[in-house]
């Protein structure tokens, strides 16, 4: 399973890039007001820096919701950088925009996926991945990660090349549920990554190997 970083924040990228692990970022509006990047211009930049520091699957989003626009700032952004995966909302223009840059070779991410119906929709469009927002389900007291599992199942009946990103990723056991459920990437907050690291027993364990260590060389 890839991972991919969920935040416009440079300083949390670097960390998650230097541990070795990381394969991509996503971005989306929210996340670059967060870091109070505005205008298009600083936004263009920060989108250039992080695919500097990655070199690989930067989700930027588009802000139009009508095709033309759709695809005049996905090739906008698009001719930014090769690392650069179009965002692109789960609308019906957004359907007709997949589809366009599909057929342009331009890498596509189609995000604010909430049905396995969606999801059929973004494969037959030749999206190059899909985002279901896991959290975002359970927050409305669903189970995000049985919609994984059912994209997962659907994609695999017909060999669907779309790739089953799970988004709005909210602690590590979301993550662990969603390599079970065969997704192909996790894009998850900094602290989820850092999270699967932890475990009381390695921390005793360690202590332990250490001090005996310590007691030897007396
Ligand atoms: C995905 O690409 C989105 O940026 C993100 O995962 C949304 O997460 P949230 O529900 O925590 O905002």
Redesign the pocket.
């Known amino acids: 399973m890839k991972f991919f970083i ?1 935040t416009a924040n440079i300083s949390q990228i670097k960390e998650a890039n230097d541990l070795g692990i990381l394969d991509g970022v ?1 971005t ?1 509006p ?2 670059m007001a967060k870091e109070g990047i505005k205008g298009e211009e600083n936004i263009l930049k920060h989108y250039v820096a992080i695919c500097n520091l990655v070199g690989k699957n930067v ?1 930027a989003e588009v802000i139009s919701t009508d095709f033309e626009g759709m695809i005049t700032e996905g090739k906008k952004l698009a001719a930014l950088h090769p690392a650069i995966v179009v965002k692109v909302p789960m609308i019906k223009d957004g359907i007709k925009a997949l589809k366009w840059f599909s057929d342009n070779g331009i890498k596509t991410n189609c ?1 604010l996926v909430f049905s396995a119906g969606q999801a059929i929709m973004a494969a037959k469009a030749g999206a190059n991945y899909v ?1 279901p ?1 896991i ?2 389900i359970d927050d409305a007291s669903w189970d995000g990660v049985q919609l994984i599992e059912q994209i997962v199942h659907i994609y695999g009946n017909y060999g669907y090349k779309t790739e089953v990103l799970a ?3 909210r602690n590590p056991l979301h993550i662990v549920r969603c390599a079970e459920a065969g997704a192909d990437v996790c ?1 998850c907050p900094l602290d989820s990554i850092l999270g699967l690291l932890k475990h009381p027993l390695t921390d005793i364990g360690l202590e332990k190997f250490l001090a005996d260590h310590k007691k030897g060389q007396q």
Do not use: M, Q, V
């Open positions: 969920d996503t989306n929210s996340l989700s995000t985002s927002f959290g975002r988004a709005s990723i894009t």
